[in-house]
């Protein structure tokens, strides 16, 4: 393999993890730009969505595509019974959001540790075949996941940004007190929007099932990786999320071509800690005393 072989093959392996990070940035920033919380167990939603995968794919030969459907949809309702009954009576308290959340977290990996068991499992891709380009034999699963990831990613933008749901969203986001007092029903928009993350989130962990070792503790590294994207892409920025995430992805899988996947991603990472030197608000997010925000 020659080294534009190697740069194109690790360039699109990095961009495929960099759409999977923008899933879980996407949700990560949306929970955080509409109820201004800072959500730890994000990390144990991507690991829920690949657990759930994964005894779906245990118990039928076409239960990988049935994850795919149902890790977010439960994962999803999940979220929002936490909100409703967890987080609610904590909301408005930054501090205290953030202990439960990463009480929430703890609590999930244990009870998934005694469920699931410790010992990391796998399962193989569903999907077999190659695509060719370059004289390489790519893996087509990994296509698959960057098809769907984009695919997701449109429908998010069009339910925010061509429903009602989706304008109460982006209302209550610019101000709470605003979108209350023309009549919008709040507490019902911070419910399905915690709920939406979460699903994004383990939809993110579905698809990446394949592809990684599924084990309790799955989402730890990932979560770090998502808090990072978000700050660099701007804080409340969906768009910035999206970006920040792609970018991370294909430096770090273009640096593995001349360093260890350790090394890469320590580089990747200081690329994007230069980035927040040139524009501290993120790539995408709001100038301070603009009173505009990318979205």
Do not use: C
């Not at 245990?58 to 049935?66: I, Q, V």
């Not at 605003?178 to 507490?187: C, E, F, Y």
């Not at 970006?243 to 996947?261: I, N, Q």
Request: a positive charge.
């Amino acid at each position: 393999m020659d080294l534009l072989q190697q740069l194109a093959f690790q360039g699109l392996n990095g961009l495929i993890w960099g759409l999977i990070l923008a899933l879980m940035a996407l949700g990560l920033n949306l929970i955080y730009g509409v109820l201004g919380i800072i959500n730890v167990a994000h990390g144990a939603f991507y690991m829920l969505g690949g657990v759930l995968t994964w005894y779906l794919w245990y118990l039928a030969p076409w239960g990988f595509w049935w994850g795919l459907l149902l890790a977010p949809a439960l994962v999803g309702l999940l979220g929002l019974l936490l909100e409703r009954g967890v987080l609610r009576p904590v909301e408005g308290r930054p501090v205290m959001t953030i202990i439960v959340t990463f009480g929430l977290l703890l609590l999930l990996q244990h009870g998934v540790l005694l469920l699931f068991g410790g010992a990391p499992r796998s399962l193989p891709e569903p999907v077999r075949f190659t695509v060719g380009f370059l004289g390489l034999h790519y893996p087509g699963y990994r296509l698959v996941v960057a098809l769907l990831s984009v695919v997701a990613m449109a429908a998010l933008w069009l339910l925010l940004h061509r429903s009602r749901l989706g304008l109460w969203i982006r209302a209550t986001a610019q101000s709470r007190e605003l979108a209350t007092a023309l009549g919008l029903p709040v507490p019902w928009i911070y419910l399905l929007t915690f709920g939406l993350g979460a699903a994004l989130a383990a939809l993110a962990g579905a698809l990446t099932a394949p592809l990684v070792s599924v084990s309790y503790r799955m989402g730890e590294e990932v979560l770090i990786e998502a808090f990072i994207v978000v700050i660099v892409g701007g804080l409340g920025s969906l768009g910035g999320a999206a970006l920040a995430g792609m970018l991370l992805g294909v430096l770090e899988g273009l640096f593995t071509v001349w360093a260890s996947p350790v090394l890469a991603r320590v580089l990747a990472l200081a690329a994007l800690g230069g980035a927040l030197l040139l524009r501290p608000e993120g790539l995408l997010g709001k100038r301070s005393g603009s009173g505009e925000e990318a979205r």
